[in-house]
Structures are given as C-alpha cells and as structure tokens.
Nanobody, 119 residues
C-alpha cells in the first residue's frame, strides 16, 4: 500500500508565496515521474508542473517563472514552491507519483490541499 500525503496549502494574499510538499510512504521500490495538478471549482484538473526521475521539469504556461517543482528522491518527496501568487491560482492542488511496488507500477494521487489566494 502506498500513500501520498500533502501539506503546505493555505490562505495567502496576492503576491505571496507558499510551498507545497508531498511525501510518499509504503512498500516503494522506486518512483518515476512526479507532478502537481490543480482543480478549481467548476474546472477540469490541470497539470501545473512535473519532474522526471532524471530531474527534467515542465510547467504550465500560466505558472512559468513563478512556480518551481523539485524533488528529494531519498525522501520520496516532491515540492512545489509557489511565488507571486495570483487569485487565479486558487484551487485544490494534488500531487501525483508513478510508483513501483512489488508486482505493479501505477500512478498514485495525494488527497489534495487547498490553496486560496486573496486579492
């Protein structure tokens, strides 16, 4: 059994910063790609940022230059540093990891953490 636990969400004023963390635990043999997604009310879930096991990153155009994804492979943890936050960044943020366990490999999702940016 693999669990992803997120932390770091909250309420912040426009222009402020937050750092999200997502730690995986369980019978993990290895982790591949990791990513952060977000879903605003009435909207579809969208990719915010992703990082491969080799460290390559990609970002949604809307967050380029403001958000930074990073990973600590030894801790099975992925981070999302969010700077210069805007009200349109308000959403529930989810992490996702491609995890290999004994006998299977598939994506796991975190429970989501609310980020609210006030104007």
């Amino acid at each position: 059994q693999v669990q992803l636990v997120e932390s770091g969400g909250g309420l912040v004023q426009a222009g402020g910063s937050l750092r999200l963390s997502c730690a995986a635990s369980g019978s993990i043999l290895g982790i591949g790609a990791m990513g952060w997604y977000r879903q605003a009310p009435g909207e579809q879930r969208e990719l915010v940022a992703a990082i491969t096991s080799g460290g390559s990153t990609n970002y949604a155009d809307s967050v380029k230059g403001r958000f930074t994804i990073s990973a600590d492979n030894a801790k099975n943890t992925v981070y999302l540093q969010m700077n210069s936050l805007k009200p349109e960044d308000t959403a529930v943020y989810y992490c996702k990891m491609f995890v290999a366990t004994w006998g299977q490999r598939h994506d796991y999702w975190g429970q989501g953490t609310q980020v609210t940016v006030s104007s």
